[in-house]
């Protein structure tokens, strides 16, 4: 479930706490959580809604201007059911604490590391020549980097998000940067 900018920081304020969207089964679920730009949002309700039963105010809750401003936009999507996606902004991404703590013992150098070599483990050594890149060429979109690598968009932008999970790498408005965390790591690391 996807938010654009603009409503983010509505939802950080606590102006907008619903949303419509039209599934074909939902992609969110009562009791779970959403990361997104700002943190993490708590979802509190996911039930299935008729257009009619919209109301103005669940229009103006939504971030929209009125309800045939939402309608229009649910419209636009034909396939699947219209629901109702109640939420509060929880907490800031955790992730972003962990990126900053650029300073490294020597148990977290190890640890990391370790994890590093798992995610290679099922794929090849991928890790460090992504993290090296994205040192060399910070900014560079992710078509740029899998094109240098030699790697599929789809395959490289799912295994950033892996590093990024480990506070290692953070996204740009246009492609990646490590974060102190991973430079710290690719510093502590043997050449």
Same mark, same amino acid.
């Given at each position: 479930?996807?938010?654009?900018?603009?409503?983010?920081?509505?939802?950080?304020?606590?102006?907008?706490?619903?949303?419509?969207?039209?599934?074909?089964?939902?992609?969110?679920?009562?009791?779970?959580?959403?990361?997104?730009?700002?943190?993490?949002?708590?979802?509190?309700?996911?039930?299935?809604?008729?257009?009619?039963?919209?109301?103005?105010?669940?229009?103006?809750?939504?971030?929209?201007?009125?309800?045939?401003? @939402?309608?229009?936009?649910?419209?636009?999507?034909? #396939?699947?059911?219209?629901?109702?996606?109640?939420?509060?902004?929880?907490?800031?991404?955790?992730?972003?604490?962990?990126?900053?703590?650029?300073?490294?013992?020597?148990?977290?150098?190890?640890?990391?590391?370790?994890?590093?070599?798992?995610?290679?483990?099922?794929?090849?050594?991928?890790?460090?020549?992504?993290?090296?890149?994205?040192?060399?060429?910070?900014?560079?979109?992710?078509?740029?980097?899998?094109?240098?690598?030699?790697?599929?968009?789809?395959?490289?932008?799912?295994?950033?998000?892996?590093?990024?999970?480990?506070?290692?790498?953070?996204?740009?408005?246009?492609?990646?940067?490590?974060?102190?965390?991973?430079?710290? @790591?690719? #510093?502590?690391?043997?050449?």
């Amino acid at each position: 479930m996807l938010f654009r900018a603009a409503i983010l920081e509505r939802i950080r304020t606590g102006e907008v706490t619903l949303a419509f969207r039209r599934w074909r089964r939902p992609t969110v679920k009562a009791g779970g959580r959403l990361r997104t730009a700002i943190g993490e949002l708590a979802i509190e309700s996911v039930t299935p809604c008729a257009s009619a039963a919209i109301s103005e105010a669940d229009a103006r809750a939504a971030g929209f201007v009125s309800r045939a401003e @939402l309608l229009a936009e649910l419209d636009a999507r034909q #396939e699947g059911d219209t629901h109702r996606v109640a939420f509060r902004f929880d907490r800031p991404d955790p992730r972003i604490a962990l990126r900053e703590a650029g300073d490294l013992s020597a148990d977290e150098v190890a640890s990391l590391a370790q994890q590093l070599d798992r995610l290679d483990r099922g794929a090849g050594p991928w890790t460090l020549p992504v993290l090296r890149h994205i040192a060399a060429h910070e900014g560079q979109a992710a078509a740029g980097i899998a094109k240098s690598l030699g790697v599929e968009k789809a395959r490289l932008k799912q295994n950033i998000r892996k590093l990024k999970e480990l506070g290692l790498t953070e996204s740009l408005e246009t492609g990646y940067r490590l974060s102190p965390r991973g430079k710290a @790591l690719l #510093e502590a690391l043997p050449s």
